[in-house]
């Protein structure tokens, strides 16, 4: 067996591990998700370490002196993040050039030809679901042999393998939570809107839903929601209560928990056994009936996707929602004393200055308990990218989606608005919604209430403010 260090790469200040892995750019408030799509290959191959270094502050000192006594090296990457991750790939084969080292992740996966032109110290890239990708390379396997990989011969030639099947029994992948033990602090991970400390873990892949801008559905995980049984996420959040007996809640981060309805029933009756609080991702058409069962067994808050509150928007971008349908939801929602954390996108096909002002007015009319506000982004393997290409809608001066300091900046613009007005929108949206008489005074009469949630939204305040001051530094 390989001796194998799992890797996220240092980064920018604030570059976190959004989706389960790594964030497209710096956000409003710091944040850092657990590296979910690292652990789990991590937990199939024996004597491994993840490395998660943003979260854990560390340089890259360490890790150099750590592969010294590797034999690979997997490093997660991401479109905006993909040439420092190359200049650290680098950095690692000059301290120890037998090093094999590859690459993962949704941009390696869509571009895997593209990706090894341009990262010379990059010995092969996964394409599509990785886990047993990484597995058999680690027990030795020649790259030759190994399906769903790009890899570079000893002649330099760059040559693609037939594609890997995608993983059928879910129940046949370790727990993650045997390496967040092993190898992280969990206290190093938080989110604004979940209790701290939390766990995120995922108990399927996969999305129905087919939005043009979604990411991961699109390189990664597939339309097809495939998942674990209710036991075996049970059995999970068994284990992580025993090892971690401080966490305050656990967040299921499959794309949409709720496509499934059965058994999103079924899991949170498993979790209304083990008494715990749980959050999850959930699309805005969730009936009443599901949301009462969740709720009586331990639901706290759903994070939901709403994107616009223009019903021709919603259409444009394949979402698949009702406005009206989102708006029962919510009030549901609110009825049975469910939070919500809301997350919207300006920049969208059809968008326009009318259309901006009409998804503030409906985010203030649903009010969620907290938003976040998106710039519309073309990451490359979606159907926005596609479209966009096509259309000239992308400002190819901005195609890198980030600044140097990871501020997300606006590569869309059509001919009735440009992207400096959408980028504007975004500092708009936050300002209307946040700053109206009714909105302060739930936070205030929130943080009176908590001594530790004053503490939490002042830090957050501040973080916010300076979130603010570098975008129009950019």
Not at 151 to 163: F, H, P, Q
Not at 346 to 356: A, C, Q, R, Y
Not at 421 to 446: D, P, T
Request: charged residues 25%; aromatic residues 10%; proline residues 6%.
């Amino acid at each position: 067996m390989m001796r194998t260090l799992f890797l996220q790469p240092p980064s920018f200040d604030g570059f976190d591990g959004g989706a389960g892995s790594r964030y497209q750019a710096k956000r409003e408030i710091k944040s850092f998700w657990f590296p979910t799509w690292l652990a789990q290959p991590a937990a199939l191959v024996p004597g491994s370490r993840l490395i998660d270094a943003p979260p854990a502050k560390m340089g890259m000192d360490p890790i150099l002196e750590d592969v010294k006594n590797r034999d690979l090296v997997i490093i997660h990457t991401s479109t905006p993040s993909f040439a420092s991750d190359v200049r650290v790939a680098q950095m690692l084969k000059d301290t120890n050039p037998k090093l094999i080292i590859g690459m993962v992740g949704a941009k390696v996966a869509v571009q895997p030809d593209e990706s090894m032109r341009q990262g010379g110290p990059i010995d092969f890239v996964a394409r599509n679901e990785f886990d047993f990708t990484i597995k058999e390379i680690a027990e030795g396997k020649p790259l030759s042999e190994v399906d769903g990989i790009t890899w570079r011969n000893a002649e330099g030639e760059v040559i693609a393998n037939k594609d890997r099947a995608m993983i059928e029994d879910m129940d046949s992948l370790p727990f993650v939570t045997e390496v967040y033990k092993r190898d992280l602090n969990i206290n190093d991970y938080f989110i604004g809107y979940l209790k701290h400390p939390y766990i995120s873990i995922y108990t399927g892949r996969g999305c129905k839903s087919r939005c043009t801008f979604c990411l991961w559905p699109q390189t990664v995980g597939g339309h097809r929601y495939r998942t674990r049984s209710p036991e075996h996420v049970a059995a999970e959040v068994r284990l992580a209560k025993q090892y971690f007996p401080q966490v305050q809640e656990f967040m299921f981060d499959d794309d949409t928990f709720t496509d499934d309805l059965p058994r999103a029933e079924a899991i949170a009756r498993e979790m209304g056994k083990l008494g715990v609080t749980w959050s999850c991702n959930a699309k805005a058409n969730v009936p009443y009936s599901t949301l009462k069962i969740l709720k009586e067994n331990g639901l706290r808050l759903l994070l939901v996707g709403y994107e616009s509150g223009n019903q021709q928007i919603l259409h444009n971008i394949k979402k698949g929602m009702l406005v009206e349908t989102a708006k029962e939801f919510t009030r549901n929602c609110h009825k049975l004393g469910i939070k919500i954390h809301g997350t919207f996108i300006v920049g969208l096909p059809g968008e326009t200055k009318d259309t901006i002002q009409e998804t503030i007015k409906f985010a203030k009319e649903i009010n969620p308990h907290t938003l976040q506000v998106s710039l519309a982004a073309p990451y490359p393997g979606t159907f926005l990218h596609k479209q966009a290409t096509e259309n000239g809608w992308l400002n190819e001066e901005a195609a890198e989606l980030i600044d140097e300091n990871g501020v997300q900046i606006a590569p869309l613009h059509y001919p009735h608005l440009s992207h400096t007005e959408i980028f504007e929108s975004v500092e708009e949206f936050y300002r209307k919604f946040y700053f109206r008489g009714s909105k302060i005074a739930s936070i205030v009469n929130e943080m009176v209430r908590s001594p530790q949630m004053m503490k939490r939204r002042l830090r957050e305040g501040v973080e916010f403010f300076q979130f603010l001051k570098d975008r129009h530094a950019a």
